[in-house]
């Protein structure tokens, strides 16, 4: 079996609002999975009924093969979700949650302890052991909740927006945490608002707006969709501009974009042109290039495209 989780045309309502609309999806094993959407998009719906919180209205949803109603209990032995908002003590320091959480999953005293410092040395706590969870900061805190969540290592993590509200280098920690819960073979599946994010982190994306997967596939595939990437040409010559601009013009999937600056060129180019070869054009007339780079679509251009509304907007 290659997959983690396979889920056909799931549907989760709350009264007349779907929250989860038909979502089909297969998560590869071994891999960090994204799910990539806007606030109120599903994506907490579809990851609490993955992790058996809560039933599909319809469809069906298996992990590692179980069945998450039928066969939750086993479901549960192999799955591990931490929220968007952690479920520490605030009054215990981290050493005393993590402890009781060992003890709870079944460690004996000196074992629990044990496997409570490991964790805490692992998400670079244990310094911060001593202190009382109420004075972690965002990012400490966010730490120390996928540390819980991993006091017997699950077969698949769902980590529901790890790093919304956390500044950019707690941020950072967190991701570093994901790639080794990956590297450790751990399967990922994150949501998350930020593009970058899902660009950064996972193997694979699933963009999810209103209860629907509106698109799917690697990040690369998903800029590939809107198609174009962008080159940029820095002449030597502002003089030559006009000739290089003629020369461009005659190259098939090649659209020129007008630079205000006298000596510079951008155009997008399609998918299935070679910049190289474009600029290879310029070369054989004799245009000499100072500069040159190329830009891929980001995944905020994908979301527009797909959703033809600005994500900050929503
Ligand atoms: N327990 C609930 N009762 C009623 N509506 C809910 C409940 N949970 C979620 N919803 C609604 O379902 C939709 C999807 O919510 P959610 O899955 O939390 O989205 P996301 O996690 O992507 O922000 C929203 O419209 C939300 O208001
Ligand atoms: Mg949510």
């Known amino acids: 079996m290659e997959y983690a989780v396979t889920i056909h045309q799931a549907v989760r309502t709350f009264g007349a609002t779907r929250a989860v609309d038909g979502v089909d999806l297969q998560i590869p094993k071994n891999s960090v999975y994204a799910l990539l959407g806007p606030n109120g998009a599903g994506k907490t719906t579809l990851v609490r009924m993955i992790a058996t919180l809560l039933r599909p209205t319809s469809g069906e949803i298996m992990v590692f093969g179980k069945h998450v109603v039928r066969r939750a209990d086993e479901v549960r032995r192999d799955i591990s979700l931490t929220g968007q908002f952690a479920s520490l003590d605030e009054e215990l320091t981290g050493s005393e949650n993590m402890r009781m959480l060992t003890r709870l999953y079944g460690y004996r005293s000196s074992g629990a302890n044990m496997r409570a410092d490991e964790l805490l040395e692992a998400f670079g706590l244990l310094d911060a052991g001593s202190r009382q969870v109420k004075n972690y900061s965002g990012g400490m805190r966010r730490r120390l909740d996928i540390a819980a969540s991993l006091v017997v290592q699950p077969r698949i993590i769902c980590l529901d927006e790890p790093t919304t509200g956390l500044d950019p280098r707690s941020r950072n920690m967190v991701w570093t945490v994901v790639r080794q819960l990956a590297a450790s073979g751990t399967t990922v599946l994150l949501t998350t608002q930020y593009l970058e994010e899902a660009d950064q982190l996972s193997d694979r994306i699933a963009v999810i707006d209103r209860g629907r997967i509106i698109a799917e596939g690697t990040s690369g595939e998903l800029k590939q969709l809107i198609g174009s990437a962008k080159l940029h040409i820095r002449l030597h010559n502002a003089g030559e501009r006009e000739r290089a601009l003629e020369v461009l013009e005659t190259v098939e999937g090649v659209t020129i974009v007008r630079d205000i600056d006298s000596a510079?060129?951008?155009?997008?180019?399609?998918?299935?042109?070679?910049?190289?070869?474009?600029l290879g054009?310029?070369?054989?007339?004799?245009?000499?290039?100072?500069e040159f780079s190329f830009g891929r679509p980001s995944l905020d251009d994908v979301f527009f495209m797909l959703t033809r509304e600005d994500p900050s907007q929503l």
Do not use: H, Q
């Open 281 to 290: 054009k310029l070369v054989r007339e004799g245009i000499a290039v100072d």
């Open 264 to 278: 510079a060129l951008s155009c997008d180019i399609s998918g299935t042109v070679d910049g190289y070869e474009v």
